[in-house]
């Protein structure tokens, strides 16, 4: 009798184990079906939303007793789908960061220009243009603010020919994928905000090396390593492969950053100076 209610017991509670497994994962399957395709997602918040969604599902999945192998296909799909999403957020996120900094440049040079503009204040505003042009350019035409940056771009391109009295600047970047990521070229572009010291190597030979002035903007490529020693960090404003432009680092800093085509780094030369 004993041994039939032990029995019992175990067949109890191994029934109750195998049912509340069975409803996490119908809980966490349920979560990525509401997740649907990730290329019909058309807003950034429910982007994010089904970023989340995903990331409930893997911790699931993941309180479960280990060794199923269908849960670890399950999660290793998860996963996968996790990181697609991620990607796309993140390109999204760059996109409008882009949209922000080009708005905010072009009407600083709506303000440069002012009521009564002078040639140095023309130039000024034609070279924030140019920035902004810059930085719509790389906006891919899938990204959500794709239609914005497209009528934004159009503006600043007819404003920069009327104000510099030049062509229209040709494209600095190309928004179509890249065949390869491991051969893409390294491709950094340098905002002036502020006088810096600079010297420019690309794949081990010295392209540059001087003092710019604020207001200059420069664009240098290389196919395995860019590396640039400036001697004040917080007076330049960089962009490395189409992400949104930055500062290098903090005023005074005397830094070294090294770009490949697949990341930066940077290392600090000199303490910053005492204030």
């Known amino acids: 009798m004993t041994l039939v209610i032990l029995v019992m017991g175990v067949g109890g509670w191994w029934?109750?184990?195998?049912?509340?497994?069975?409803?996490?994962?119908?809980?966490?399957?349920?979560?990525?079906?509401?997740?649907?395709?990730?290329?019909?997602?058309?807003?950034?918040k429910t982007l994010t939303s089904a970023k989340s969604q995903l990331q409930k599902a893997i911790a699931l999945l993941k309180s479960m007793p280990q060794g199923d192998p269908q849960?670890?296909?399950?999660?290793?799909?998860?996963?996968?789908?996790?990181?697609?999403?991620?990607?796309?957020?993140?390109?999204?996120?760059?996109?409008?960061?882009?949209?922000?900094?080009?708005?905010?440049?072009?009407?600083?040079?709506?303000?440069?220009?002012?009521?009564?503009?002078?040639?140095?204040?023309?130039?000024?505003?034609?070279?924030?243009?140019?920035t902004a042009i810059n930085l719509l350019e790389v906006i891919?035409?899938?990204?959500?603010?794709?239609?914005?940056?497209?009528?934004?771009?159009?503006?600043?391109?007819?404003?920069?020919?009327?104000?510099?009295?030049?062509?229209?600047?040709?494209?600095?970047?190309?928004?179509?994928?890249?065949?390869?990521?491991?051969?893409?070229?390294?491709?950094?572009?340098?905002?002036f905000q502020g006088q810096s010291w600079l010297q420019v190597t690309t794949d081990g030979k010295i392209q540059y090396e001087g003092i710019l002035s604020k207001g200059t903007q420069k664009t240098w490529t290389a196919r395995e390593k860019l590396i640039l020693r400036v001697g004040n960090a917080g007076n330049i404003l960089a962009g490395f492969n189409g992400a949104p432009m930055k500062p290098l680092g903090k005023p005074g800093e005397v830094s070294e950053y090294s770009y490949t085509p697949k990341e930066a780094s940077s290392r600090q030369l000199l303490p910053n100076p005492r204030r």
């Open 140 to 191: 891919p035409p899938t990204a959500f603010v794709a239609k914005q940056a497209q009528t934004d771009l159009a503006k600043d391109r007819q404003r920069y020919s009327v104000i510099s009295g030049e062509p229209v600047p040709k494209p600095q970047f190309s928004n179509q994928p890249m065949v390869s990521q491991g051969h893409r070229p390294i491709q950094v572009v340098l905002n």
């Open 71 to 130: 849960v670890t296909q399950e999660l290793a799909a998860i996963r996968e789908k996790l990181t697609l999403v991620e990607r796309r957020l993140q390109a999204e996120k760059d996109a409008a960061a882009n949209l922000k900094l080009a708005q905010q440049l072009s009407r600083a040079a709506e303000k440069t220009l002012g009521n009564n503009p002078n040639p140095e204040a023309r130039q000024t505003a034609a070279q924030k243009l140019q």
């Open 15 to 44: 029934w109750g184990l195998h049912q509340r497994q069975t409803q996490i994962r119908t809980q966490a399957q349920a979560l990525v079906e509401g997740v649907g395709k990730i290329e019909q997602i058309n807003d950034l």
